[in-house]
């Protein structure tokens, strides 16, 4: 499902946009995938793709996943969390927008993909019948996926030229986060107390005008609310970022009878850090 509208603003503004060239970047190098993926009548024209290293499907090992969608992938902003794949699971698929993962080892070897594009119809992982000539060139995977399996009536042609995000996010800061993670835990206690006035004073330019939206239209409690639900009930800033004028938080805790995983970007406004997005998942044990 794609974020509601009352979605922590910055990130409402990324993934709605995703696709649209920044102003005088004509001439940026992008991640790229062209052709066709089909599954059991549901078929879609492969716009765009986006390559990160992440945990195997299968096992412990690290490999390299490259996500392939109708859709446009903002790769700054996607590059900016550490997990990415639970941001595109969460924020990015939706009944519109297709998502399909292949995986590949360090330098390029196929694996294996998965996908649900609808009930019934999908692969938790799926390593055969997958003809590949995709290697890692110079930061980037470059070649071509093929398939063609009647028994599963999935079939694709996909031509890949994407470069591989890094997973450098900036300063480490230890446990607590160091000022951002102090900051962030101001924000914790005014959306644990449905404190309006802390609320506002702990986001960032489109949170906060995401609240005074709200406001206005007399929706300002509802809001509140909506976003306690949202949020961790506990949480605890395990590693901290800083990358210039923006952070990233690492965090962990509890929402109801369940553990959570998250993480949070702030941004630094007047010298004061401000929350600017939020992800929490559910952590399966």
Not at 12 to 30: D, H, K, T
Not at 34 to 52: K, M, N, P, Q, W
Not at 176 to 182: K, L, S, V
Request: hydrophobic share 40%; net charge negative; proline share 2%.
């Amino acid at each position: 499902m794609r974020r509601p509208s009352w979605r922590l603003g910055a990130a409402v503004i990324a993934l709605a946009s995703l696709g649209a060239a920044a102003p005088g970047a004509e001439e940026e190098v992008r991640g790229s995938a062209t052709g066709r993926f089909a599954s059991r009548g549901i078929s879609f024209e492969v716009a765009d793709a986006y390559a990160f290293p992440a945990d195997a499907t299968l096992g412990e090992e690290r490999v390299l996943a490259v996500a392939i969608s109708n859709s446009g992938f903002n790769e700054e902003f996607i590059s900016r969390y550490r997990d990415r794949r639970s941001l595109l699971d969460n924020y990015f698929r939706d009944d519109q927008t297709a998502l399909v993962y292949f995986e590949f080892t360090p330098d390029g070897v196929y694996r294996g993909l998965s996908y649900y594009l609808e009930s019934g119809n999908g692969c938790g992982y799926c390593s055969g019948g997958v003809t590949s000539t995709v290697r890692r060139t110079g930061g980037r995977l470059v070649g071509r996926l093929s398939s063609e399996d009647a028994e599963s009536e999935r079939s694709f042609s996909i031509d890949l030229d994407v470069p591989v995000a890094g997973e450098e996010f900036g300063r480490a800061q230890g446990a607590g986060g160091g000022d951002p993670g102090a900051a962030y835990l101001a924000f914790h206690q005014a959306v644990v107390a449905g404190d309006a006035a802390g609320l506002r004073a702990s986001v960032g330019q489109n949170l906060r005008e995401t609240l005074a939206n709200a406001e206005q239209a007399g929706q300002g409690a509802e809001y509140l609310a909506w976003l306690k639900g949202e949020h961790a009930a506990t949480v605890l800033v395990t590693e901290g970022y800083v990358d210039g004028d923006r952070a990233l938080l690492i965090l962990a805790g509890e929402r109801g009878s369940g553990k959570v995983a998250g993480e949070a970007i702030l941004v630094r406004e007047r010298d004061a850090w401000k929350v600017d997005d939020e992800m929490f998942e559910l952590v399966l044990e």
